[in-house]
C-alpha cells in the first residue's frame, strides 16, 4: 500500500492525476477482510495459539544468558558480530533495522556520576544516535543508550567489546574478514560513511541484512531451546518488558525505544533515559546503586595493549590546532577507551568458562609474559570478595534511604504547596461567601421597597378606577335624561328658548365629553350627530321643520389619544374604544366620533397604512370588527327590500342601527364581543340571507319606528 501511496503521490505532484487517494473506505474494507480471512485461516489450522503472547519469547534473565552464551559458543566472528547486535536489541531497545544502519560514526558515551556509589565503578552510557527508524522519518537527531548489567553473562556492553575486538585485532588466518585497520580520523570524509558498526564477512564496508541476522538468530534460538516468533526483535521486546516490571517511569520507556511521538521528548529531552538504562542492567532504578563487583581496577600497561591506536588520535584532536575540529571523532574514541576498560574487566569471566574459545589464541592470553595472567587472577579473587562485602549492601541501603528521604522531602513540600493553595482557595470562597450574603440582604431590602412601592399604586389604581366608575355612572344618567326626557320633546317648531335650550344641552353634552374618561363609554350616543337625527326623522315625518342644530362648543382631547387624521397619522392604543356594547354606539363612533374625538372612518379610512407595531395591530384587529358592523348596516339600508316597502324614504343610520341592535337582542346574540365575532364573518351572500330570513322580523319593528 505505501507503494501505491507514492506511485499516486508522484503522479499528482508531476502530472496531475485526477484520480483519488488509493487509501478509500475500500482499501479499509480490504483490509478488513483480509484481517478476518486470516483469523478463519488460523482457526482451521489450529496453529498455536500462544505465539505473540506472553509466553512466546524470551522469558527470564536465565534465558537471555542461555541466548548470549549460544551466540558466543559459536566461536566465530559472525557469532561475535550477532551477539553485539542483540545486545543493542535488549540493552538498548533498539530495532533490528536500526542495528544494521550503524555507522561508527554514530557512537559515543555519556557520563552519570550522580548513579556510582564508589570508583572504580564509573557510570558510562554507551550511546548511538538515530537521525531515522520507523517513528522518525525527518532526520531528527534521536539517542539510544545502554549501562553495563550487574551480572556479566547478559551485559550488553561486554558483547560489544569482544566484537569489536575480534575485529581491530585478531588475524585473518583465526578470523577471516574480521581484521579491520583502524579507521583515518584525519578527515570526515574518510569514516564518517561507509564504515558500518557492523559489517558482512568478506567485506568491511558492506552492511549486514536482514536475511543474514535472522538465520542466525533463529539457529542460536534453536540452539538456547526458545521459542519465538520474533527473532530479531524479540530482545527489543523482553527488554521493555523488564524495564517497565523493574519500575522504570513509561515516559523513559517511550524515550528509550523511540516510541515517543511528542515534541518536548524528540526535540528538547536529549539526555538519555538514565532510569530505564539503570532497570535494564538489573541495577536500582534510583541514583547511587550502580555497582559492579568486577569493576576491579586495570594496569596501565595491560590497558594499552587494547586498541593502542586509541591513545595516538586522542593526542592529535588535543594538540593545538585540532582542538575541537572534530567532535564525533572524540566521541568515537571515548567509546573505544571505555570498551576496552570493559573488555578487560569482563573477559576473566568468559575465559574462565569458555577457556576454549578462539579468541583467547590472541597473544595477550597466550603470552605467559602478559600482563593480563596477573590480572586475571587479582580480577577474580576481588569479584568474589566484592560480591560478599557487607558494605555493598550498606551503601545500597544507604543509597536506597537517601533515595527514599528524598522522594519524603518532595512528597513534604508538594504537600505543603497543596495546603497553602487549599487555604488560599478558602479564603477566596469565604470572600465570595460575604459578597454573596451582602448581596442577598440588599436584594431583600430592594425586594421589600418594591413590594412596598407596588401596594401604593395597586391603592392608588384601585382610587382612580373608583373614580372612573362613578364618572361613567354620571355620564350614563346624564345620556339618558338628554336622550330620554328632554330631546323627544323638542320636536316641533323652535322658538329663542328652545334654542338657548339646545345650546345649554349641547354645552353639557360638550362637558360630558371632556370628563377624563379612557375612550368612549357604554351607552354614549348623543354626543355624536348620528342618533340625533332620529328625532329630526320623527319631526319629518309629523310634517314639522327639523330641530336646529346644536351650538358648536369646542372640545378637549385627551392627550393620550391623537387626533390627526391621514394614512399616517400615529396609532396609539386605546383610540378605538373597548367600551361600546351595542350596535348604536359602534356606528356613532364610525361615523360622527364619541366623546369629541374624531370619527374612526375619518381616523382610519381604508387607504390607512397600517404598522407592524403591537398597537397597531391591536387598533387594526378592532377596527376591522368595527367596519364589519358598518358593513351590515349599510346592506340593510342600501337593501331594496327594506326601505322603499315600508317608507317613501330610506331609512337613516342611526334607525338601522336601532332595528339591527333589537335584532341582535331578540336572536340570541346578547354578547357584544360574540356578535362582534359573527359580524365580522359576515359577506355579501351572507347578508342576502340576513335580509331574506332572519330580518324578517324586523319589519314589524321597523315598520312601528319609522
Not at 550511546?127 to 550487574?150: D, H, L, P
Not at 570478595?385 to 527514599?404: E, W
Request: charged share 20%; proline share 6%; hydrophobic share 35%.
Amino acid at each position: 500500500m505505501s507503494a501505491l501511496i507514492s506511485l499516486w503521490r508522484h503522479q499528482v505532484d508531476h502530472e496531475g492525476s485526477p484520480y483519488t487517494t488509493p487509501r478509500s473506505s475500500l482499501y479499509s474494507k480490504l483490509l478488513k477482510a483480509y484481517s478476518q480471512l486470516h483469523v478463519r485461516k488460523r482457526q482451521a489450522n489450529h496453529e498455536d495459539k500462544g505465539k505473540g503472547s506472553d509466553g512466546d519469547g524470551i522469558q527470564s534473565r536465565k534465558q537471555l544468558a542461555d541466548i548470549r552464551q549460544a551466540f558466543f559458543c559459536k566461536g566465530t566472528f559472525v557469532g561475535l558480530r550477532d551477539l553485539a547486535a542483540f545486545d543493542w536489541g535488549h540493552g538498548g531497545l533498539l530495532r533490528g533495522d536500526n542495528q544494521r544502519q550503524l555507522q561508527i560514526s554514530d557512537m559515543g558515551v555519556q557520563y552519570f556520576e550522580d548513579s556510582a556509589i564508589s570508583d572504580p565503578t564509573p557510570a558510562v552510557a554507551f550511546s548511538c544516535r538515530i537521525t531515522s527508524s520507523k517513528t522518525n522519518k525527518n532526520g531528527t537527531m534521536q539517542q539510544v543508550g545502554m549501562f553495563r548489567a550487574r551480572d556479566w553473562k547478559v551485559c550488553p556492553v561486554g558483547g560489544q567489546t569482544m566484537y569489536w575486538f575480534s575485529r581491530l585485532h585478531c588475524s585473518t588466518t583465526e578470523w577471516p574478514h574480521s581484521n579491520t585497520p583502524f579507521p583515518n580520523l584525519s578527515q570526515r570524509s574518510h569514516w564518517y560513511q561507509g564504515l558500518p558498526y557492523f559489517t558482512n564477512t568478506g567485506s568491511n564496508t558492506q552492511g549486514i541484512s536482514y536475511g543474514t541476522q535472522l538465520s542466525s538468530a533463529k539457529d542460536v534460538y534453536s540452539t538456547a531451546g526458545v521459542q519465538s516468533r520474533l527473532y530479531t526483535h524479540d530482545g527489543r521486546r523482553f527488554g521493555a518488558r523488564v524495564a517497565v516490571k523493574s519500575g522504570a517511569p513509561d515516559g523513559q520507556v517511550q524515550r528509550l525505544g523511540l516510541w515517543a511521538s511528542d515534541v518536548k521528548d524528540t526535540h528538547y529531552l536529549d539526555v538519555l533515559p538514565e532510569h530505564t538504562m539503570r532497570a535494564l542492567a538489573g541495577h536500582p532504578p534510583y541514583q547511587g546503586t550502580f555497582f559492579l563487583a568486577r569493576a576491579v581496577q586495570v594496569p596501565r600497561d595491560l590497558m594499552e595493549m587494547v586498541f593502542p591506536m586509541v591513545e595516538e588520535w586522542l593526542d592529535h584532536f588535543s594538540s593545538p590546532g585540532h582542538i575541537n575540529s572534530d567532535i564525533e571523532a572524540v566521541q568515537w574514541l571515548k567509546y573505544l577507551k571505555e570498551l576496552r576498560l570493559v573488555f578487560i574487566q569482563d573477559i576473566p569471566h568468559w575465559r574462565q568458562l569458555y577457556p576454549e574459545h578462539s579468541i583467547f589464541r590472541h597473544p595477550i592470553f597466550t603470552d605467559p609474559d602478559s600482563p593480563y595472567h596477573a590480572y586475571e587472577k587479582d580480577a577474580l579473587a576481588s569479584t568474589l570478595s566484592r560480591d560478599r562485602n557487607p558494605p555493598l549492601r550498606d551503601a545500597s541501603d544507604a543509597a536506597r534511604s537517601q533515595h527514599t528521604m528524598e522522594q519524603v522531602n518532595r512528597n513534604t513540600h508538594r504537600l505543603d504547596d497543596v495546603f497553602q493553595v487549599m487555604q488560599d482557595v478558602l479564603e477566596k470562597v469565604r470572600e465570595v461567601k460575604e459578597d454573596v450574603d451582602e448581596t442577598h440582604e440588599a436584594s431583600l431590602e430592594t425586594r421589600m421597597s418594591v413590594l412596598k412601592v407596588q401596594e401604593t399604586l395597586g391603592r392608588k389604581i384601585k382610587g382612580l378606577a373608583k373614580g372612573q366608575d362613578q364618572i361613567r355612572e354620571g355620564q350614563v344618567q346624564m345620556r339618558d335624561m338628554i336622550c330620554q326626557s328632554i330631546i323627544p320633546s323638542l320636536s316641533g317648531p323652535q322658538d329663542d328658548a328652545v334654542a338657548q335650550l339646545l345650546g345649554t344641552f349641547a354645552s353639557a353634552s360638550s362637558f360630558v365629553s371632556q370628563l377624563p374618561v379612557d375612550g368612549a363609554v357604554s351607552g354614549q350616543a348623543s354626543s355624536g350627530s348620528g342618533l340625533g337625527s332620529s328625532s329630526g326623522a320623527a319631526a319629518a315625518a309629523e310634517g314639522s321643520p327639523p330641530p336646529a342644530a346644536p351650538t358648536s362648543v369646542p372640545t378637549s382631547v385627551s392627550a393620550s389619544v391623537p387626533t390627526t387624521s391621514g394614512p399616517f397619522a400615529p396609532v396609539v392604543k386605546g383610540f378605538i374604544s373597548r367600551k361600546v356594547n351595542n350596535i348604536v354606539d359602534a356606528m356613532t363612533e364610525w361615523e360622527t366620533g364619541l366623546a369629541g374625538q374624531p370619527s374612526i372612518k375619518e381616523r382610519f379610512p381604508y387607504t390607512f397604512h397600517w404598522g407592524k407595531d403591537l398597537d397597531s395591530l391591536a387598533e387594526r384587529k378592532y377596527w376591522e370588527k368595527r367596519r364589519a358592523v358598518a358593513n351590515m348596516v349599510n346592506h340593510i339600508l342600501n337593501h331594496p327590500d327594506v326601505g322603499p316597502r315600508l317608507v317613501q324614504q330610506p331609512p337613516t343610520i342611526a334607525e338601522a342601527a336601532t332595528v339591527l341592535d333589537r335584532w341582535r337582542l331578540a336572536n340570541g346574540h346578547k354578547s357584544w364581543g360574540k356578535f362582534m365575532k359573527v359580524a365580522g364573518g359576515f359577506v355579501q351572500n351572507d347578508m342576502e340571507k340576513i335580509i331574506g330570513e332572519p330580518l324578517h322580523p324586523l319589519l314589524p319593528f321597523l315598520s312601528h319606528f319609522m
